[in-house]
């Protein structure tokens, strides 16, 4: 059976079968009656919430957790919200139908030739060969089986889509290279900041699966990052010295910004600020294409509204 078109599905009583996917645990709450499940199906650039009102219909979901199934949904609104009713859901059955071919994907093609380009740029602004053999050598061990350039870079936010890390550290790079070329002075830090940016998120390889949170998610991805960082310790040591690995380490450390341990160097401090535009401008993007209305809303701003004009 064929892939429910999300969007499709929504016309009000509408009733469609097909394949869905969940990618992240439903919530039940309780509401007048009964207990009821709210949870999102995705596909593609398609994220829509669903409910489901019968327990003995939500309990295939609670037993089976996050992946894809076979739904038999309607297009329902409630004060102007619309979501799709489920009136049967059980475990997909044909293998032919993977939870891959629901998630969105960065092209490939892109990537290669954004980091191509890339990787002239900041050759050309001062990055030695030493920095990009140490950074091919750690993003490309064969323990983290390619995950650097398959993983999302979250799981709810910002590029949360297949190939969403090495995109946004792409992202970031450019970023960092306009910042290069505004700051000469910081053309002699230039390998530091290459390497901080490459490695500021690696953890997430480990954070994460497939888009999901991993089995031990509650070890951050810097945490992780730093575990994994350390392996290669001597190696960044003899083609710099201790105080660049330390240098690294806190940017790893620090990236977060007030959101997570406070920066300690300047160099994590300047990988905070990129990794704030970057992750906050494709969020708001993300969200306004996203939006019916195109209208957005912020926490802590409340109501955006989009480009148009
Ligand atoms: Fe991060
Ligand atoms: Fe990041």
């Given at each position: 059976m064929a892939i429910i078109d999300l969007k499709d599905a929504l016309t009000r009583g509408q009733r469609t079968k097909g394949s869905v996917c969940i990618t992240q645990t439903p919530q039940v709450r309780s509401g007048k009656k009964n207990d009821f499940m709210v949870g999102r199906f995705v596909n593609q650039d398609q994220d829509v919430e669903f409910k489901i009102w019968d327990e003995y219909i939500y309990g295939q979901v609670l037993e089976y957790g996050t992946g894809v199934y076979q739904a038999d949904v309607e297009g329902s609104e409630f004060n102007g919200q619309q979501y799709l009713t489920v009136h049967r859901i059980e475990p997909e059955l044909d293998p032919a139908i993977k939870k891959e071919d629901f998630l969105e994907k960065v092209p490939s093609d892109n990537i290669m030739l954004m980091w191509k380009e890339i990787r002239k740029q900041l050759t050309a602004l001062g990055v030695k060969q030493e920095c990009w053999n140490l950074i091919d050598a750690i993003i490309n061990a064969p323990e983290l089986e390619g995950r650097f350039m398959t993983e999302g870079a979250a799981v709810s936010h910002h590029d949360s889509l297949i190939g969403g890390l090495v995109h946004h550290t792409l992202k970031m790079l450019r970023i960092l290279i306009t910042l290069v070329k505004n700051n000469d002075y910081l053309k002699d830090h230039v390998d530091l900041l290459t390497m901080g940016v490459f490695l500021h998120d690696i953890g997430k390889v480990f954070e994460y699966n497939e888009l999901e949170m991993g089995?031990?998610?509650?070890?951050?991805h810097r945490v992780r990052g730093i575990e994994y960082v350390s392996k290669f310790k001597d190696d960044i040591i003899a083609a710099y010295n201790e105080a660049f690995y330390r240098q690294l380490q806190s940017i790893i450390i620090g990236h977060h910004g007030e959101f997570g341990d406070r920066p300690t160097t300047v160099a994590a401090g300047i990988v905070h600020y990129i990794d704030t535009v970057e992750s906050q401008v494709t969020e708001l993007i993300d969200l306004e294409k996203k939006s019916s209305d195109k209208k957005i809303y912020i926490r802590d701003w409340g109501y955006l509204a989009g480009l148009d004009y």
């Open positions: 089995p031990y998610w509650y070890a951050n």
